[in-house]
């Protein structure tokens, strides 16, 4: 039924950016929340559903949430060229909430390891498609001005459902039993199943873009890298000859190859490149204290798990609340100069952790002072995290975003944020694969102190630091321009990178 001359009931709110928002906000959170919702549950399926040997569910406990991670790191691609192939978010969306809820009705229902680890497949590719579009959706809706503030606050809460996903089946599965602990997250599904029917996509930003660009040949935004009187890609005369006023035209011709010309333009691109950098290093740290945390402060400060728990609540609930504050500072000041300070401050605190315990410094040690010090530590952590929070997100955003607006449809029709998006969370999700080996082994050949002293002070942290306090910074000002800017010791020799209009060229001295 139609109202107001063609518009659905309740068009305004259910087409309104905060309803679309808590939408995609709510998709993302449970994408995390049913990630990690196995965890209290996975022993009991194991063992005594599946019939396992004790022995061998450390085992298969890693290879469950091993193949989530390799099934969400090879679909990215393949999922974000199909978002990107078809101009609604909504289909997909749908789509990818309908495969979650298959996928967890698999798992609960696992009798057979083939049966549980093809559920963990479903949920996993689902989950990734969700995430990848979801985030897709926001940069459709949100304007340059308020970019940050939102995926800040977005990923604060969708990286909550890591924490609120076990705590919640861990006190379920008690009460009430194992199929009433599975029919609560099935309902939070189908919540956000409805949530989407109801919802009303707003139509693409890119569409608008190209419009205003190509109507008006005259107007060129100052950050624009095409030379006077030129088209983008495939659009210029001197390869594909198109009449004045006819933007179709160009958008076919660059629709042929933009799979190919995407990873081609954004896997040369520094500033992307350094987004997913700190997007990697980012989760290398947070998988750091899943991996080591909890272990440690059982054998060094003989603590029980309600204690091991607060640690993570001293990580997290500062960080969620302080997420719309640095969201909106990077938006005032930029991203480069709270994610320098954030990741200085990391390193300065990794290290204070390592110093707690009988691995640590000998004046510190594992009593009193020792568990005092390891608190405030992880409370500062807590304080510092919404400084790096979606940063590597934010920039490729920024950067895909940027590129499209000098360059309409350079990606195709509807853009390349879901690929953007993709390699996003493929170098998240092989961190989480790779993270715990590494901080595992480091643990236990050179202890604890060591190991959070490596992330702190490593080469790879300094050079994050370096790019973000330099490209960054650099970048966002003057990268589209025909600049030339220098980079001092990026790497442990004297080079330096000469960024002109078109290329990059390593210079050593």
């Known amino acids: 039924m139609l109202l107001n001359g063609g518009k659905p009931p309740g068009y305004r709110w259910r087409s309104s950016n905060f309803f679309i928002l808590s939408c995609v906000t709510l998709a993302l959170f449970s994408e995390n929340f049913l990630y990690s919702f196995i965890v209290p549950i996975l022993q009991h399926i194991l063992e005594d559903r599946l019939h396992l040997d004790p022995s061998l569910t450390q085992t298969y406990t890693s290879a469950v949430f091993s193949a989530h991670a390799l099934v969400c790191f090879f679909s990215g691609p393949i999922i974000a060229a199909w978002a990107d192939s078809v101009p609604s978010r909504k289909g997909p969306l749908l789509v990818s909430l309908g495969g979650e809820i298959v996928g967890t009705i698999v798992v609960a229902a696992a009798t057979s390891l083939p049966v549980l680890f093809l559920g963990r497949i479903i949920q996993g590719i689902a989950g990734n498609a969700a995430w990848i579009i979801g985030f ?232 009193e002072r020792g568990q005092a010090v390891y608190m405030a530590s992880m409370l500062g952590l807590g304080f510092a995290r919404p400084l790096l929070t979606g940063c590597g997100v934010i920039e490729m955003t920024s950067v895909v975003a940027e590129l499209q607006r000098t360059q309409p449809a350079i990606f195709g029709p509807n853009g390349g944020m879901s690929r953007a998006y993709s390699l996003t969370n493929m170098a998240w999700t092989s961190t989480m694969f790779l993270g715990p080996i590494l901080t595992s082994s480091l643990t236990q050949i050179v202890g604890y102190y060591y190991m959070n002293f490596f992330l702190g002070k490593s080469p790879s942290s300094k050079l994050a630091m370096r790019i973000v306090a330099l490209t960054l910074w650099i970048s966002q000002r003057f990268s589209p321009r025909p600049v030339v800017f220098w980079l001092h010791y990026i790497s442990s020799g004297n080079r330096h990178i000469l960024r002109t209009r078109n290329e990059f060229q390593l210079h050593e001295y």
């Open 136 to 367: 897709a959706t926001v940069a459709d809706l949100v304007e340059d001005e308020q970019r940050s503030r939102v995926f800040t606050t977005t990923s604060m809460f969708f990286m909550s459902g890591l924490v609120v996903g076990p705590a919640t089946s861990g006190i379920l599965i008690k009460l009430v039993g194992y199929w009433p602990t599975w029919l609560t997250a099935i309902a939070l599904l189908v919540f956000d199943m409805m949530m989407r029917l109801v919802m009303i996509e707003s139509p693409l930003r890119l569409t608008t873009d190209v419009t205003d660009t190509t109507s008006d040949p005259s107007i060129s935004d100052e950050t624009s890298d095409l030379l006077p009187g030129h088209l983008p890609g495939p659009c210029r005369q001197e390869d594909t000859p198109w009449q004045e006023g006819d933007p179709a035209s160009c958008l076919s011709g660059t629709t042929e190859s933009s799979t190919q010309s995407f990873y081609k333009v954004i896997l040369s691109n520094p500033r992307a490149l350094t987004a997913l950098a700190c997007h990697a290093f980012n989760a290398l740290i947070l998988v750091s204290f899943d991996t080591t945390l909890p272990l440690y402060v059982t054998r060094a400060f003989g603590w029980d798990s309600s204690r091991t728990s607060m640690m993570f609540m001293e990580l997290q609930l500062p960080a969620i609340l302080l997420s719309p504050f640095a969201g909106w500072m990077k938006d005032r000041i930029g991203t480069s100069g709270p994610t320098c300070l954030g990741f200085l401050a990391t390193a300065f605190l990794l290290w204070v952790l390592g110093t707690c315990g009988p691995d640590g410094l000998p004046f510190i040690g594992s009593g």
